[in-house]
């Protein structure tokens, strides 16, 4: 990805100047990028789908190799993962990782990842998701994945604990 | 042995087809990861707890008697191919 394509959003430029060494962060600047985060467009990129997924159907659209990201990520958290329960649309996922950045005990948190700045949001699934929009293998920590390069929401599953994710030892952990 | 429904036997399939594929590709993911797009890179390292996730579950239903003994014999392998490639899984999520 060029430097031409980096997202010059002001949020997504104070996640970057927030990394640096030694900056602190301000509570204006802190809701700053939740605000972000919590208004931010789930990728619009079009993603490979699990091999056991394609040919299946989902609230009456088949399921190709390749999808948009956010109908990819649906079908997996709800058919395969059993995270999020099956009736559940885009926007209602949608709607439960914007809910979750917003929860009022929300952890949020920024590091760097294969190149990529990311900023990511961690609460508890019962604050975000209602309870008809679980799945049968539901978990009580959701998190939710930004990239602040692309300014959009890139990932958004439920973890059994916080010792699960793979956050790096460095990440800056700003509430 | 638990009593398994037709749609359990079918959720323990797709887990298990999912598990085999995930943890046989890391090999060829690990040699060609670099090459990818920046975002395919960074969500597959960022979603690899559901990875961990799903062989607890499976991990569970072995334990509950669940599994066919046909997927318990893919079951085995799956551990094998674990055990094998656990050290690929773990220098990806390190970077």
């Known amino acids: 990805m060029g430097?031409?394509?980096?997202?010059?959003?002001?949020?997504?430029?104070?996640?970057?100047?927030?990394?640096?060494?030694?900056?602190?962060?301000?509570p204006d600047e802190i809701a700053q990028i939740v605000a972000r985060l919590a208004a931010a467009p789930f990728s619009p990129r079009l993603v490979s789908v699990a091999i056991e997924l394609q040919g299946l159907v989902y609230q009456g659209r088949l399921i190709y190799a390749r999808e948009p990201a956010l109908f990819a990520h649906l079908v997996q958290r709800v058919i395969a993962d059993r995270q999020w329960a099956v009736g559940t649309t885009e926007q209602q996922y949608l709607g439960t990782l914007r809910r979750a950045v917003r929860s009022a005990s929300a952890r949020l948190?920024?590091?760097?990842?294969?190149?990529?700045?990311?900023?990511?949001?961690?609460?508890?699934?019962?604050?975000?998701?209602?309870?008809?929009?679980?799945?049968?293998r539901f978990l009580p920590w959701l998190y939710v994945v930004y990239s602040a390069d692309r300014g959009t929401i890139i990932s958004g599953y439920q973890a059994s604990g916080l010792e699960e994710l793979n956050i790096p030892g460095n990440a800056r952990w700003l509430k | 042995m638990a009593e398994v429904t037709a749609e359990t036997r079918q959720d323990i399939e797709r887990q298990l087809c999912h598990?085999?594929?995930?943890?046989?590709?890391?090999?060829?993911v690990a040699a060609t990861i670099d090459d990818w797009d920046q975002l395919d890179q960074i969500v597959f390292v960022e979603e690899w707890p559901l990875e961990e996730e799903r062989l607890r579950t499976l991990k569970t239903w072995v334990a509950e008697g669940?599994?066919?003994?046909?997927?318990?014999?893919?079951?085995?392998?799956?551990?094998n191919l674990v055990a094998k490639h656990r050290p690929i899984i773990e220098r990806l999520r390190a970077r």
Not at chain 1, 3 to 26: F, K, V
Not at chain 1, 123 to 129: G, K, L, N, S, Y
């Open chain 1, 3 to 26: 430097p031409e394509s980096i997202s010059r959003h002001p949020a997504d430029r104070l996640i970057r100047e927030l990394l640096e060494p030694g900056r602190a962060a301000g």
């Open chain 1, 109 to 136: 948190l920024m590091y760097e990842r294969r190149g990529g700045i990311l900023a990511a949001a961690l609460a508890r699934t019962r604050q975000a998701v209602p309870p008809r929009q679980r799945g049968a």
């Open chain 2, 19 to 28: 598990a085999l594929w995930q943890w046989g590709r890391l090999p060829e």
């Open chain 2, 66 to 79: 669940r599994l066919a003994p046909e997927q318990r014999r893919r079951y085995e392998k799956l551990m």
